[in-house]
């Protein structure tokens, strides 16, 4: 399956991502307040972006199942996500429209809008997976490592751990691989390219989100 071989070339830095700082403060609850909400206000921007380019996506899908696999992206960045992270800075913090965006998270969002340009979502596509597949991968393991009674950021990671999403993230992986099932191994290498470069921005990202 498409998928499933995505996972084995991309794993490795996926593991770099769940061996970061940030990631593995968050598991044992000793991320600063300072760090998370410097990660949800970039974040916030990101997903922005995402939803945008999500929206430039519906308008060249081909196919009514690829306009509604795209519609539920939408959906869940918008009622899950951005709505999960806006509860959860304090009111007194300053927006997106005011937050300074650091210059990792201007290189990410510079990557995935770079994109926007493809002709019939077949790149466009695979750039929209890929936080999905990390945040599977990352935020699944590190719920199960984390104390859901004291720790103050179980219930952010946990939920991406919950049946909701789990049907959300199935319903994507069934159409990619439906839908990437004939390619070539050319294209396929140049896909998996796709997912290391952007596995790196989000790499940066943490990083950076992490030292201020």
């Known amino acids: 399956m498409f998928i499933d071989e995505i996972k084995s070339k991309i794993s490795l830095l996926w593991e770099m991502g769940f061996n970061t ?18 990660y949800l206000q970039q974040d916030s921007v990101y997903l922005e972006n ?45 927006s997106t429209t005011e937050t300074e965006v650091f210059p990792e998270t201007e290189d990410y969002i510079n990557y995935i809008m770079s994109f926007s340009h493809d002709k019939d979502n077949y790149k466009l596509m695979i750039v929209l997976m890929n936080c999905m597949l990390s945040y599977d991968y990352i935020f699944t393991i590190a719920a199960a490592r ?55 921005y989000e790499l940066r990202f943490w990083d950076r989100v992490y030292i201020g």
């Open 21 to 38: 700082p940030f990631v593995q403060e968050l598991i044992k609850g000793d991320l600063s307040k300072e760090a998370f909400e410097r």
């Open 146 to 200: 984390m104390n859901s009674s004291q720790n103050i950021y179980y219930s952010f990671v946990a939920d991406y751990t919950t049946e909701k999403y789990k049907t959300f993230y199935r319903g994507w992986i069934d159409y990619m691989n439906e839908a990437y099932r004939d390619i070539s191994d050319y294209k396929k290498n140049e896909l998996i390219k796709i997912f290391e470069e952007a596995s790196i």
């Open 50 to 94: 995402y939803v945008k380019l999500c929206k430039i996506a519906i308008g060249k899908a081909k196919t009514n199942k690829e306009r509604e696999i795209i519609r539920s992206l939408i959906e869940f960045s918008n009622d899950t996500e951005l709505q999960t992270r806006s509860e959860s800075l304090d009111s007194d913090s300053i």
